[in-house]
């Protein structure tokens, strides 16, 4: 029986500009924090291995991880509409989808070979987000109400047809809790990370000075 996890371990992320200059473009915007979301979704996956979830590496691995970012980019998408023009939400999720999926790509391709002829695995993830799209349009999102859930949080309808989803990803023993970890612990963490990341992406508050004699992560 899969256990819930009580206090998941912190992801430490870099999602901020170093250097001033021009606003960045949606499409660099997208590029960093595509980066981000596949991290945010592998540490999702971590701890749910860690909370007792057999999850092995194989596809059901990858269809986790493909779900878990489909998302991670909706959850983005509803922060890039209060944020954005309607001509740079669109390439702004665009961009992020097609970064996502870069990664996918690469990663599947390591640990599952090439894909089926004529097709590849980041088109199993465009194609997921293309499906599910409107599915996550239909819930709501509320803006967070304190520094730690900055930008547009999911409902609980938002992010139990995550959890629905990820079911299938799991072996029988493990289908009943996997509601109960994903909308209480897991979802939250990885909205508050990406969501973090895109504020701070955003922001034109002042950086702080870096500190002489560190380096970034």
């Known amino acids: 029986m899969a ?12 999602s901020q500009w170093f250097k001033q200059g021009a606003p960045k473009s949606a499409q660099e915007q997208a590029g960093a924090l595509g980066f981000i979301v596949w ?4 540490q999702m996956l971590q701890r749910m291995r860690q909370a007792g979830f057999d999850i092995d590496a194989g596809p ?26 309607a001509d740079e939400r669109v390439a702004f999720t665009s961009a992020l989808v097609r970064h ?30 293309n499906e599910c799209a409107d599915h996550y349009a ?20 938002f992010v139990r047809y995550l959890a629905s989803r990820l079911v299938a990803t799991v072996p029988p023993k493990d289908e009943r809790w996997v509601a109960d970890q ?18 701070n992406l955003y922001s034109t508050e002042p950086r702080r000075p870096r500190r002489e004699g560190f380096s970034g992560d």
């Open 3 to 14: 256990s819930v996890a009580r206090t998941p371990p912190a992801m430490r992320v870099r």
């Open 39 to 42: 991290r945010a979704a592998r």
């Open 60 to 85: 059901a691995y990858f269809a986790f991880l493909r779900e878990v970012c489909v998302f991670l980019v909706n959850v983005l998408d509803r922060n890039a509409h209060a944020r954005l023009g």
């Open 100 to 129: 996502v999926a870069a990664t996918y790509d690469d990663s599947a391709r390591d640990l599952l070979g090439p894909a089926m002829a004529g097709s590849s695995h980041a088109d199993a993830l465009i194609e997921l987000f």
């Open 138 to 157: 239909d819930f709501g999102a509320e803006p967070g109400t304190d520094s730690a859930t900055q930008g547009f949080v999911p409902d609980f309808a």
């Open 182 to 199: 994903v909308i209480d612990i897991e979802a939250p963490e990885a909205v508050k990370i990406v969501n973090g990341a895109m504020h």
